[in-house]
């Protein structure tokens, strides 16, 4: 891949999208597992694999927000971060002259 502008967005847009996935099954497994969920050991992993968005979700999002509700909002936070970084992918790629990326 000779432009690294390119590269760097689609890196980011990968992070981006293991962390959706990642909230988006320990919100599944949460509701799966209920009350039990502290000692789920899928949920746990899930919980460290997310535990970076959420983080940036607390140190963006105002202190009123719950940190309870912080992996809806890390989420959907995540969820426009991709839309977002699939806008500018498209755009380095028509600036750039490619197709099919």
């Known amino acids: 891949m ?5 590269f760097i967005v689609s890196l980011l847009r990968t992070l981006v999208e293991v962390a959706l996935l990642s909230l988006l099954g320990q919100g599944a497994v949460g509701l799966l597992s209920g ?3 502290a000692g789920n050991p899928v949920y746990l992993l899930f ?8 983080r940036l979700c607390r140190w963006l999002t105002p202190k009123a927000i719950v940190d309870r509700h ?3 909002v890390s989420f959907f936070l995540m969820f426009w971060l991709w839309i977002v970084l699939a806008y500018v ?7 750039h002259g490619l197709t099919g990326c």
């Open 2 to 6: 000779s432009h690294p502008d390119l």
């Open 35 to 37: 009350a039990r969920r």
């Open 47 to 54: 919980q460290i694999v997310t535990r970076p968005a959420v």
């Open 70 to 72: 912080l992996p809806v």
């Open 89 to 95: 992918k498209r755009a380095l790629c028509e600036a």
